[in-house]
């Protein structure tokens, strides 16, 4: 089974303040994904990173995924309190056929 | 429109029951899936299926069992609910091929067994 472990799990900061989710996985994903999630709702893609060493991004948002295809990383600058959330990593298997999901990262933003 | 769908959005029940969840997508996608979130927010893949095969995880109790009708819907039928099972489920789809697949999840069943 492969396992996505996140952190960290909680990161309450200011608003304006940058802020860094870790994604690692003894195991190599064919790509791997970051989905967020706000309360009542099903997680939301935001991006897939395919190609070891690829960085992504997304207005505020950058994604890495690792040379190894193994890790990923979520980096956003000035944070605002509308980035509140869930972020959730997921790793694609090489079969195309299951998405493993990291155990999240709650972010509180505040103003 | 709701690209997947589930249905009920929230489901309470007493132990012992049997009960299901639909999920129908409109998104023409090959590959459905259900997830059970736990209450850290912890999403834990149950099965993944298409026309072609059906991928049970292992930890998943016998007692979960997903039904397709069709392309469009699968359903999780839960017999003889536990307390434990007590969660949000999650029902996804996705398209098959190529290694940037996307999945779109539904709103969620909130299960409460009591």
């Known amino acids: 089974t492969q396992l996505l472990e996140q952190s960290p799990q909680f990161l309450s900061i200011q608003e304006g303040e940058n802020l860094t989710v870790y994604c690692n996985s003894s195991s190599v994903f064919s790509s791997l994904q970051w989905y967020r999630q706000e309360p009542g709702e099903g997680p939301v893609l935001l991006v897939t990173?395919?190609?070891?060493?690829e960085v992504k991004k997304l207005k505020r948002l950058t994604f890495q995924f690792g040379d190894a295809r193994k890790d990923s990383s979520l980096h956003i600058t000035a944070a605002q309190p509308g980035d509140t959330g869930l972020y959730l990593c997921a790793g694609v298997n090489n079969a195309g056929n299951m998405l493993t999901f990291g155990g999240g990262t709650r972010l509180m933003v505040k103003p | 429109d709701t690209a997947v769908s589930q249905t009920p959005k929230y489901l309470v029940t007493q132990m012992g029951n049997d009960k299901s969840i639909k999920c129908e997508q409109n998104?023409?996608?090959?590959?459905m899936y259900w997830y059970k979130q736990d209450s850290k927010k912890f999403l834990k893949i149950m099965f993944s299926y298409n026309n072609k095969e059906l991928i049970i995880n292992e930890t998943v109790p016998n007692r979960f069992s997903p039904k397709s009708p069709d392309k469009a819907h699968l359903n999780l039928h839960i017999n003889s609910l536990e307390l434990g099972d007590s969660a949000v489920y999650f029902c996804a789809s996705s398209q098959d091929g190529g290694r940037g697949r996307k999945a779109f999840f539904g709103q969620g069943t909130r299960l409460t067994v009591v």
């Open positions: 990173v395919v190609t070891g060493g």
């Open positions: 998104l023409g996608h090959d590959t």
